[in-house]
């Protein structure tokens, strides 16, 4: 079996000239084989960057785009093909968008090895740990503070145990930043389990550290990324306040970004994003570092229900993968995409035995909002 050709399909719902927000574009890529097997993948990213990383002819022995590296090879040499990936691109890869257009392909390839085994993911990653994995919802605030009651409100009857909201308005104002908190955390109670992401607009250590000390009374879960990564110091000694847990790292990739991010800021909790960080191949690294320094992985997951189900398969076959991200996005490319997207059931998110992704995409919806 033979890779023919990679497929790439740019969708994204405002137009090209409008403000996008997260959710509302997305990378899938087809890896189409020889016999007729096709892998789907997705990268959350910037679409028509990853588009271009793929599609680029040869430029010389380091810069070489990705589907020409890939026609011809085996799909079934997995780790084989990502090691290729990565040196064959080496001076346009290594990190950021590089790996995030692998990332694609590769979660492609674990879907196309499930198909050619007629096994799941989950027992190809080496078995299935729970039957179904716990989910906190993400939501985008409102502007109004006490309209975030009615959001909160209703996904707690929906059947969530816990909850995050960020982007938006959040992190612009500190007042404003306190007034959401405290609005929502009213509303659910003192016991709700509530996290914030901050997206890195605290920007620094000393506004950051304030702000975690006003908001210590709210009994937040977690903090997620007051600051930028590369602000390891700043993780760092946030870190070391020891008044909420910190979280970041959705923007890393690879194992060395992570390894550095692990040791050097010490965050309670890592969050590579599956579409991101070089796939499901590089995130059994990532988390292998993660368990061996004592961080707990969560992983960010905010697109469509591809980068659902990809993760849900992951986390089953990871011993200490108990908690999921789970996009409250109104955008249809999180809510019709996937025309059999996996549904909260009691708060939880069921592990299927499919076959590959199991993940069926409506081809209207592909051709109403391709590029």
């Given amino acids: 079996m033979k890779i023919v050709d990679i497929e790439v399909i740019s969708l994204r719902v405002p137009a090209l000239d409008q403000a996008c927000e997260w959710g509302e574009d997305a990378l899938i890529v087809r890896v189409i084989t020889d016999t007729g097997l096709v892998g789907i993948g997705e990268s959350d990213t910037s679409p028509l960057v990853a588009k271009a990383i793929i599609e680029a002819p040869n430029s010389n022995l380091y810069c070489s785009g990705l589907k020409a590296l890939l026609l011809g090879e085996s799909p079934l040499e997995i780790q084989k093909l990502w090691d290729k990936m990565y040196w064959g691109s080496n001076y346009l890869g290594r990190r950021g968008a590089g790996i995030h257009a692998m990332s694609a392909i590769d979660i492609a390839l674990w879907d196309i090895a499930s198909q050619y085994h007629q096994v799941p993911i989950h027992i190809l990653l080496g078995g299935k740990y729970r039957d179904k994995i716990r989910a906190y919802g993400t939501f985008i605030p409102a502007d109004i503070p006490d309209d975030n009651r009615v959001i909160a409100r209703k996904l707690k009857e929906k059947g969530f145990t816990s909850l995050k909201f ?8 500190p007042i404003t930043d306190y007034e959401l908190v405290k609005a929502v955390r009213e509303e ?10 901050l997206a890195s607009k605290w920007n620094t250590y000393s506004h950051s550290a304030d702000m975690f000390k006003k908001l210590e009374s709210f009994h937040l879960n977690w903090i997620e990324e007051p600051v930028l990564a590369d602000d390891m110091k700043g993780y760092l000694k946030l870190a070391k306040l020891a008044v909420t847990k910190i979280a970041g790292g959705e923007s890393l990739t690879t194992r060395y970004e992570f390894e550095d991010f692990i040791r050097q800021a010490q965050p ?18 990532i988390n292998n570092i993660a368990e061996m320094n004592g961080v707990k992985m969560i992983p960010h997951g905010f697109s469509t229900g591809i980068l659902l189900a990809a993760t849900v398969q992951f986390l089953a076959a990871t011993k200490y993968g108990d908690l999921i991200e789970y996009s409250q996005s109104e955008s249809p490319l999180f809510t019709k995409l996937v025309k059999n997207l996996l549904p909260l059931e009691e708060g939880h998110v069921r592990v299927l035995d499919t076959i590959g992704l199991g993940v069926e995409l409506d081809e209207n919806i592909m051709e109403l909002y391709k590029i």
Avoid: A, H, K
């Fill in 166 to 173: 960020g982007g938006g308005i959040m992190g612009n104002d």
């Fill in 188 to 197: 659910l109670g003192d016991d709700f389990e509530l996290q914030i992401d």
């Fill in 268 to 285: 309670d909790i890592i969050q590579p994003d599956i579409t991101r960080c070089g796939g499901i191949s590089e995130m059994r690294i």
